[in-house]
T-cell receptor, first 114, second 111 residues
Framework: DAGVTQSPTHLIKTRGQHVTLRCSPISGHKSVSWYQQVLGQGPQFIFQYYEKEERGRGNFPDRFSARQFPNYSSELNVNALLLGDSALYLC?????????????FGQGTRLTVV | SQQGEEDPQALSIQEGENATMNCSYKTSINNLQWYRQNSGRGLVHLILIRSNEREKHSGRLRVTLDTSKKSSSLLITASRAADTASYFCATVNTNAGKSTFGDGTTLTVKP
């Protein structure tokens, strides 16, 4: 079985641009969560979606948005990129809502904003 | 300070020794999970321990949870060089739909 897949693996953007990151959960998993991990720190929670509805949101500005599609894949969108948005963006999927069962992480998308 | 803070920040041991990492948190939780991360790659789930459990084992891993002290520990016995990684605890509040990670413990196991 394929694990959680994220695309692209690496991305370089310019300040002010927009970016879309994609995540495909493990087959049968209905919950997808997004995290931002800055170098040297732990992952910071951004969003959680379960059954296509937003179930949790972290302390991120409105420039960050996400959605979940009928096939449970998900997109994370970031507008008006800032240098500080440079990070590893991680997607995690789980069968149930976040935390009820173990979460499986993808390898992440390394975003560099220049 | 953050929910889910790991202690120590860095740990260096010899192969074959045991490694103990601690995690403290502040608010109520439904469960607590430990993860491993190699060199900025994706996180690998190690163990989930629920708030009504006190101890859990998985191979060379042993996790304890003390909800009265709001703390957890991860013990890796008979460490190997391959255990070199960063280890994170994540506290989970299912009502809020989120997991909160600390900044991790960086473990180095010297061969």
């Amino acid at each position: 079985d394929a694990g959680v897949t994220q695309s692209p693996t690496h991305l370089i953007k310019t300040r002010g641009q927009h970016v879309t990151l994609r995540c495909s959960p493990i087959s049968g998993h209905k919950s997808v969560s997004w995290y931002q991990q800055v170098l040297g720190q732990g992952p910071q929670f951004i969003f959680q979606y379960y059954e296509k509805e937003e179930r949790g949101r972290g302390n991120f500005p409105d420039r960050f948005s996400a959605r979940q599609f009928p096939n449970y894949s998900s997109e994370l969108n970031v507008n008006a990129l800032l240098l500080g948005d440079s990070a590893l963006y991680l997607c995690a999927s789980s069968q149930l809502g976040a935390g009820n069962t173990e979460a499986f992480f993808g390898q992440g998308t390394r975003l560099t904003v220049v | 300070s953050q929910q889910g803070e790991e202690d120590p920040q860095a740990l260096s041991i010899q192969e074959g020794e045991n490694a103990t990492m601690n995690c403290s948190y502040k608010t109520s939780i439904n469960n607590l999970q430990w993860y491993r991360q190699n060199s900025g790659r994706g996180l690998v789930h190690l163990i989930l321990i629920r708030s009504n459990e006190r101890e859990k084992h998985s191979g060379r891993l042993r996790v304890t949870l003390d909800t009265s002290k709001k703390s957890s520990s991860l013990l890796i016995t008979a460490s190997r060089a391959a255990d070199t990684a960063s280890y994170f605890c994540a506290t989970v509040n299912t009502n809020a739909g989120k997991s909160t990670f600390g900044d991790g413990t960086t473990l180095t196991v010297k061969p």
